[in-house]
C-alpha cells in the first residue's frame, strides 16, 4: 500500500507565501508523474500544476509565473512554492502521485488526503 501525507497549508495574506509538501511512503518502486490538485468550495477538483521524473512541469494557466513544483526522489516528496497568494487561490490542496508497486506491476494513482490553504487578510 502507498501513502501521500500533505503538510504545509494555512493562512496566509494576499501578496504571501506557502509551500506545502507532500510525501509518499509504501511499497513504492518507482513514481512516474506527481502533482498538486485543488477544490475550492463549490467548485470542481482542477490541476495546479504537475511535475514527470523526467521532462517539463505542467501549471495551470491561473497559477503561471507565481507557483513552482518541484520534486525529491530521493524522498518521494513534491513541494509547491507559492507565492503572490491570492484570495481565489483558497481551496483545499490535494497531491497525486502516479505510483508502481513492483517491476511487473502497473502504475495506480494515490491521493493524499488534502491540506487547507487560506488567503485572506
Known amino acids: 500500500q502507498v501513502q501521500l501525507v500533505e503538510s504545509g497549508g494555512g493562512l496566509v495574506q494576499p501578496g504571501g507565501s506557502l509551500r506545502p509538501s507532500c510525501a509518499a511512503s509504501?511499497?513504492?518502486?518507482?513514481?512516474?508523474?506527481m502533482g498538486w490538485y485543488r477544490q475550492a468550495p463549490g467548485k470542481q477538483r482542477e490541476l495546479v500544476a504537475a511535475?514527470?521524473?523526467?521532462?517539463?512541469?505542467n501549471y495551470a494557466d491561473s497559477v503561471k509565473g507565481r507557483f513552482t513544483i518541484s520534486r525529491d526522489n530521493a524522498k518521494n516528496t513534491v513541494y509547491l512554492q507559492m507565492d503572490s497568494l491570492k484570495p481565489e487561490d483558497t481551496a483545499v490542496y490535494y497531491c497525486?502521485?502516479?505510483?508502481?508497486?513492483?517491476?511487473?506491476?502497473?502504475?495506480?494513482?494515490?491521493w493524499g488526503q488534502g491540506t487547507q490553504v487560506t488567503v485572506s487578510s
Open positions: 509504501g511499497s513504492i518502486f518507482s513514481i512516474n508523474v
Open positions: 497525486n502521485a502516479d505510483v508502481r508497486t513492483g517491476i511487473l506491476t502497473s502504475r495506480q494513482l494515490y
Open positions: 511535475i514527470p521524473s523526467g521532462g517539463s512541469r
